[in-house]
């Protein structure tokens, strides 16, 4: 199983910013969509924001749009998840997640939309906790 490590949460004011990483481990990361998912005490996980490994193209989840950005290094091996204007309801431990199941005419990887948290390999989380 492909190894996923998530950073970069924290506890951050309404309003405020924060930027997630998951760097993969022992694979390279840019070959796959890659997901990020979120989920808040008692509810079920949802999806946020996806990349795509054709052209980069980006998807976002309704609570996401114009507030998130989902980005990639290859370099780095790293997604990065830019979170801006947070409100207490993104309040939740955010996964990131790596998927290959659909591909386009060249064989890339694309992002199942809409987002299912049926991805298939998973970080461990790293909590986001939005409070005045």
């Known amino acids: 199983q492909l190894q996923l490590v998530e950073s970069g949460g924290g506890l951050v004011q309404p309003g405020g910013s924060l930027r997630l990483s998951c760097a993969a481990v022992?694979?390279?990361?840019?070959?796959?969509?890659i997901g990020w998912f979120r989920q808040a005490p008692g509810k079920e996980r949802e999806g946020v924001a996806c990349?795509?490994?054709?052209?980069?193209?980006?998807y976002y989840e309704g609570a996401a749009k114009g507030r998130f950005t989902i980005s990639r290094d290859n370099a780095k091996n790293t997604v990065y998840l830019q979170m801006n204007g947070l409100k207490p309801e993104d309040t939740g431990v955010y996964y990131c997640?790596?998927?290959?199941?659909?591909?386009?005419?060249?064989?890339?990887?694309?992002?199942?939309?809409?987002?299912?948290?049926?991805?298939?390999?998973w970080g461990q989380g790293t909590q986001v906790t939005v409070s005045a």
């Open positions: 997640a790596a998927d290959s199941r659909l591909v386009d005419d060249s064989g890339q990887a694309m992002c199942v939309i809409p987002l299912r948290p049926d991805f298939g390999s």
């Open positions: 022992g694979f390279e990361l840019n070959y796959f969509a």
């Open positions: 990349i795509s490994e054709s052209n980069d193209s980006t």
